[in-house]
């Protein structure tokens, strides 16, 4: 275990990604160019966990190392779902990816692993700046919050995540939102019956801290991935590019290459990881198999 006092090597190492990978693209190197997103996102991730540890004394790589693991492989999983929906939704597309298949699919496993990791820690990373500034006293616990029925949870998200793929195509592209919220609706409540953590009982219980911080952690994390993605876009390296329907590009405004609309997504899309991540821990045996010290 790492002393709490320092920071640990890993954050060391995180900063030194980040700052060479930076350096390195405005050098004009290919290599980076192409694996720009997920390097700076390992980097950020190392650098994350080692803050979070310093404020909080555990973190995902100190204390949880191998469920880290797990969290890896399965954000490659829970990717994949969306890109099925891509397939029929067309939200979405990817531009200077290597040529070489195996090569293209290692940069696609890295860049998928980083998805979760990345918006847990930053997560983590905000509830631990929360907690230590002993200011925004209006994200800490309040009162019961009315959360309604689950069964009407449970009916909304199933609607919103089957109905996108079996619409015809020109209006299944204006749904691509409803797939973002709709599996929040449509997992919590399970999460919630299995006695597993959901928003539901949060809400309930007036703990909003932990859904705050993720609101934040994905709109945080949606700015960086933008930012990060745009970098590679300047850099004519391996970057995304949207194809968000005209009437929802808000005066042509963007960040990056997001439409400023599309933004709103991120939030939503962080409680969507968290709820099914917690389903799939869940099933996989939770704090059985999972304790919180490896």
Known sequence: MPDRSRLPIHFWIGLLVLLGGETLLLAGNRFVAVWFTPNMWTGYILL?????????????????????????????????LFEVYNFRLQNWYYVGVPTDPFVRDVGYFWSFATIMPGVFESADLISALISASGRLSSLRDRGRIPVGPAWLWFMLGLAMVTIPPL????????LFGSVWIGFILLIDPVNERLGAPSFRAQLRRG???????????????????????????????????????????????HYGKMPV????????????????????????????????RD
């Open 48 to 80: 994350a966990d080692g803050v979070v540890f310093r404020l909080t004394g555990s973190s995902w790589l100190t204390r949880r190392r191998r469920e880290f693991a797990l969290l890896a492989i399965l954000s490659v999983g829970v990717w994949l």
């Open 167 to 174: 619409a015809p195509a020109p209006v299944a592209r204006y």
């Open 207 to 253: 703990r909003i801290l932990p859904l705050s911080s993720l609101l934040l952690a994905g709109l945080f994390c949606g700015f960086l991935w933008e930012a990060w993605n745009y970098q590679a876009f300047i850099a004519r390296g391996a970057y995304w590019v949207y194809t968000i329907p005209e009437p929802l590009r808000i005066f042509g405004w």
């Open 261 to 292: 609309l599309g933004l709103l997504g991120f939030p939503p899309f962080a409680l969507e990881l968290y709820a099914i991540y917690t389903l799939l821990r869940e099933m996989l045996g939770g704090e059985r198999l999972f304790p919180a």
